[in-house]
């Protein structure tokens, strides 16, 4: 019933940047983190920006720390990620997540922490 959907994906050169925005639809609660993933080509899936809700907790894998920043709206159920300074090492599907309060221990980016995931969208950078 839950879904969420990523948009903003797509193709651009080195040194730009993309705006990824999540969605939530068939949930009425807010979430208490939602995160960004993604699966790199040959590798498996990395968690890339987690935010808690009701705080200023952030977490960031640190091959995007100064260059991508996560952040959620003030509604608790759409989530942004701006990167910046794009690099061809970042292309990948990027997906998605999120864990209501119903769980009490979460580990931001840690995949099986969270139940509920988007499709993904593709990011491509490339000169």
């Known amino acids: 019933q839950v879904e969420l959907m990523e948009s903003g994906g797509g193709s651009v050169r080195p040194g730009d940047s993309l705006r990824l925005t999540c969605t939530t639809s068939?949930?009425?609660?807010?979430?208490?983190?939602m995160a960004w993933f993604r699966q790199l080509p040959g590798k498996r899936r990395e968690g890339v920006a987690a935010r808690f809700a009701s705080g200023r907790e952030a977490d960031y894998a640190d091959s995007v720390k100064g260059r991508f920043t996560i952040s959620l709206e003030a509604d608790e159920r759409t989530a942004i990620l701006q990167m910046d300074d794009l690099r061809s090492e970042d292309s990948g599907v990027y997906f998605c997540a999120a864990v209501s309060w119903k769980q009490s221990l979460i580990v931001p980016l840690d995949e099986y922490s969270y139940p509920h995931w988007g499709r993904g969208t593709q990011v491509t950078v490339s000169s």
């Open positions: 068939g949930f009425s609660k807010t979430w208490k983190y």
